[in-house]
Each structure stands twice: as structure tokens, then as C-alpha cells.
């Protein structure tokens, strides 16, 4: 079974950054394309960012999108989230995923994910 944990969330001020990590507990090359999802208090659990199997393609939500970079490194098994220009409506729970099985290269539809970390906290204040 898959296991994927998160670090690397924290408090930080607004226009800070933080960079969260994802560590996979099999290796992660060239099978399976990786997510990042997020929750925030009393809301759903939104797409952020997602990357290929061989992580030559990327897709950010509108809201992210020139913010945060997602890259993975697959000698680690280890996928990360760089976060800049951090806001407070950035503040949530970040989820990382894998997707053992989509058609897409990118997938941003929960569904789309097989397996799932138990998040990491991200608070930005004002």
C-alpha cells in the first residue's frame, strides 16, 4: 500500500513563502502523475497543482497559477509544492495525491487519485 506524507506547512505572514515536500513510499518514476489539493476551514477540497508521470507537464488552478511551482525529484520519491507570494485565502490543509491510473497527464479531479497523504497545515496571516 501507498503511503504518502506531507511536510513543510507552517505559519508564515503574507507575501512569505514555504515549500512543502511529499514523500512516497514507492518509487514514484515514470508511473504515476502526482497532485496537490488543499482544504480550507468549513469548504471543499480543491485541485491546486498536478505533474506528469515524467514531469514534463504541469497545471496550477487559476488561483495558484504564477505563485506556486510544482517539481518532483525522482531519485527522492519526493514531490514538492514551492509556495510564494503566499496570501491569506491560501490558508487550508494541503493534500498530496498520486494517480496510479488516469488517462490525463495532469489530473484535477479527486477521483482521478488513488492514494492520499494526511495533509500538512498552511496558515498565511495578514
Known amino acids: 500500500q501507498v503511503q504518502l506524507v506531507e511536510s513543510g506547512g507552517g505559519l508564515v505572514q503574507a507575501g512569505g513563502s514555504l515549500r512543502l515536500s511529499c514523500a512516497a513510499s514507492?518509487?514514484?518514476?515514470?508511473?504515476?502523475?502526482m497532485g496537490w489539493f488543499r482544504q480550507a476551514p468549513g469548504k471543499e477540497r480543491t485541485f491546486v497543482s498536478a505533474i506528469s508521470k515524467s514531469g514534463g507537464d504541469t497545471t496550477y488552478a487559476d488561483s495558484v497559477k504564477d505563485r506556486f511551482t510544482i517539481s518532483r525529484d525522482f531519485a527522492k520519491n519526493v514531490v514538492y509544492l514551492q509556495m510564494n507570494s503566499l496570501k491569506p485565502e491560501d490558508t487550508a490543509v494541503y493534500y498530496c495525491?498520486?494517480?496510479?491510473?488516469?488517462?490525463?497527464?495532469?489530473?484535477?479531479?479527486?477521483?482521478?487519485?488513488?492514494?492520499w497523504g494526511q495533509g500538512t497545515q498552511v496558515t498565511v496571516s495578514s
Open positions: 495525491a498520486m494517480s496510479q491510473g488516469s488517462w490525463y497527464d495532469t489530473p484535477i479531479l479527486e477521483d482521478d487519485y488513488d492514494s
Open positions: 514507492v518509487r514514484t518514476s515514470s508511473t504515476y502523475a
